[in-house]
Nanobody, 124 residues
Framework: QVQLVESGGGLVQAGGSLRLSCAAS????????MGWFRQAPGKEREFVAA????????YYADSVKGRFTISRDNAKKSVYLQMNSLKPEDTAIYYC?????????????????WGQGTQVTVSS
């Protein structure tokens, strides 16, 4: 069982930066692939970024590639999303998720645990 708690969301102007954190409970955090998803009002939850259990592999949605960076610290049982050059269309609730599947996981139905989400609002 893994419990996930996101933090770091807030209101930022376009072009600004935010760093989201996701703290996990449980003793086997390093066994899980991790991902970030987001959901804007009236839209489906969409994939943002994923990282393998070791942190050696990452993958990004085209919409955030070059602007967002996912990382993890297994000793701290945490995963992070550094978001730079933010745009109004990045406004959404951001969720972190954990998957027991190996490698990089990009589809939401393959994730086993979800956090409660943190709101990110980018003003123009």
């Amino acid at each position: 069982q893994v419990q996930l708690v996101e933090s770091g969301g807030g209101l930022v102007q376009a072009g600004g930066s935010l760093r989201l954190s996701c703290a996990a409970s449980g003793r086997t955090f390093s066994n899980y692939a991790m991902g970030w998803f987001r959901q804007a009002p009236g839209k489906e939850r969409e994939f943002v970024a994923a990282i393998s259990w070791s942190g050696g592999s990452t993958y990004y949605a085209d919409s955030v590639k070059g602007r967002f960076t996912i990382s993890r610290d297994n000793a701290k049982k945490s995963v992070y999303l550094q978001m730079n050059s933010l745009k109004p269309e990045d406004t959404a609730i951001y969720y972190c998720a954990a998957s027991q599947r190996p490698g990089i996981v990009t589809t939401k139905h393959e994730y086993d645990y979800w956090g409660q989400g943190t709101q990110v609002t980018v003003s123009s």
